[in-house]
């Protein structure tokens, strides 16, 4: 019998969805033992989000600065798994809150320590750096990553934020005024994602998990946009600044934070424009570095 833990954070219910989908191949697997759990914070965020609350969760999200989580089951704890598939989500470009908490936690090390960790994401559509900040802290943790998935909201980036705003906001899913596409990671590749479940079921079932990432890849489960790796890259050096300078200035920290939000308004709607013109022009002169990039995040 194999021990699989899937462990997920979710506030809109998305993440929860993604978890559900991707896990039916191990429960429909009679020598699977799966077991759910679910990152839980002692004061917990808002949902839907209003504007102070969400924007005021930017240094700490950025900065990753752990919250207080509510303790891990004694029965999780207590349990060694053969695998587990972690679910997270991005928080201005960075792991969510709770996801970082836990991360960083003696429980976390506890359950991951030489463990193999699957790693799925269900994000807007830049996820690049904050993959490579997971990297990072389950390293820490003494985990092995042997495979990731990256779910995104496949529509435009300007489109997409138009409609994950209305959505965090409302706290409804809707097409926003009745035009535009569901914001998210669509129903569609929600629904399929079992297709990714199946593979990772059948290389635990063959103690194969070593040669797993290509068979993920090739099933369509990492897509590279050479363009918002490009912004992701850009935007972690300024949110870096922008971050550490309101935090450790908590006197201004709301006047900080609302010129943040004007900056953030004008770098998304007039500076990200510019950018991907810019980088349609110089594209074919960065091919070679364009490759070895999609090359490397698409692996583990």
Same mark, same amino acid.
């Given at each position: 019998m194999?021990?699989?833990?899937?462990i997920?954070?979710?506030?809109s !219910? *998305?993440?929860?969805?993604?978890a *559900?989908?991707?896990?039916?191949?191990?429960l429909e697997? +009679?020598?699977i033992?799966?077991?759910?759990?679910?990152?839980?914070?002692e004061?917990?965020f =808002?949902f =839907?989000?209003?504007?102070?609350?969400?924007f005021?969760?930017?240094p700490?999200?950025?900065? *990753?600065i752990?919250a207080?989580?509510?303790?891990v089951p004694? +029965?999780?704890l207590n $349990?060694?798994?053969?695998?587990?598939?972690f679910h997270?989500q991005?928080?201005y470009?960075? =792991?969510s809150?709770?996801?970082?908490?836990f991360l960083?936690?003696?429980?976390?090390k506890?359950?991951l320590n030489?463990?193999?960790v699957?790693t799925?994401s269900?994000s807007r559509?830049?996820?690049?750096?904050?993959q490579?900040?997971?990297k990072?802290?389950?390293k820490?943790?003494?985990a092995?990553?042997?495979?990731?998935?990256?779910l995104v909201?496949?529509?435009?980036? %300007?489109?997409?934020?138009i $409609?994950?705003?209305?959505?965090?906001?409302?706290g409804v899913?809707?097409?926003?005024?009745?035009?535009?596409?569901?914001?998210?990671?669509?129903?569609?590749?929600?629904?399929?994602s079992?297709?990714? !479940?199946?593979?990772m079921?059948d290389? %635990?079932?063959?103690?194969? %998990?070593a040669? %797993?990432q290509?068979k993920?890849?090739?099933?369509g489960?990492v897509r590279?946009s050479?363009?918002?790796? $490009?912004?992701d890259?850009?935007?972690?050096?300024i949110?870096?600044?922008?971050s550490?300078?309101?935090?450790?200035?908590?006197?201004?920290r709301?006047?900080?934070?609302?010129v943040f939000?004007?900056y953030l308004?004008?770098a998304?709607?007039?500076?990200?424009?510019?950018?991907?013109?810019?980088?349609?022009?110089t594209?074919p002169?960065?091919?070679?570095?364009?490759?070895?990039?999609?090359?490397?995040? *698409?692996?583990?």
């Amino acid at each position: 019998m194999k021990n699989v833990l899937v462990i997920y954070y979710s506030q809109s !219910g *998305q993440l929860e969805s993604i978890a *559900q989908n991707v896990s039916k191949p191990f429960l429909e697997s +009679e020598d699977i033992k799966l077991t759910f759990y679910e990152i839980q914070l002692e004061k917990p965020f =808002p949902f =839907p989000w209003n504007k102070d609350s969400f924007f005021d969760a930017f240094p700490e999200s950025f900065l *990753q600065i752990p919250a207080t989580l509510k303790p891990v089951p004694d +029965e999780i704890l207590n $349990t060694k798994f053969d695998l587990v598939l972690f679910h997270y989500q991005v928080w201005y470009l960075s =792991p969510s809150i709770p996801i970082n908490s836990f991360l960083k936690s003696n429980d976390a090390k506890k359950i991951l320590n030489g463990t193999p960790v699957i790693t799925i994401s269900g994000s807007r559509n830049m996820w690049i750096m904050a993959q490579e900040k997971i990297k990072v802290l389950l390293k820490e943790a003494n985990a092995d990553l042997v495979g990731n998935i990256a779910l995104v909201d496949r529509v435009g980036n %300007l489109i997409s934020v138009i $409609t994950i705003v209305e959505w965090m906001f409302s706290g409804v899913k809707k097409k926003y005024l009745g035009i535009f596409p569901l914001p998210g990671v669509s129903e569609k590749d929600i629904r399929e994602s079992d297709q990714f !479940g199946k593979i990772m079921a059948d290389a %635990l079932h063959q103690n194969n %998990l070593a040669n %797993l990432q290509p068979k993920l890849v090739a099933a369509g489960g990492v897509r590279i946009s050479s363009y918002l790796v $490009t912004v992701d890259k850009t935007a972690n050096k300024i949110f870096n600044k922008w971050s550490n300078l309101i935090y450790k200035n908590q006197k201004n920290r709301k006047k900080l934070l609302k010129v943040f939000n004007v900056y953030l308004f004008l770098a998304i709607w007039l500076i990200s424009p510019i950018v991907y013109i810019l980088h349609l022009i110089t594209y074919p002169l960065k091919l070679t570095k364009i490759k070895k990039e999609t090359q490397y995040y *698409q692996g583990v």
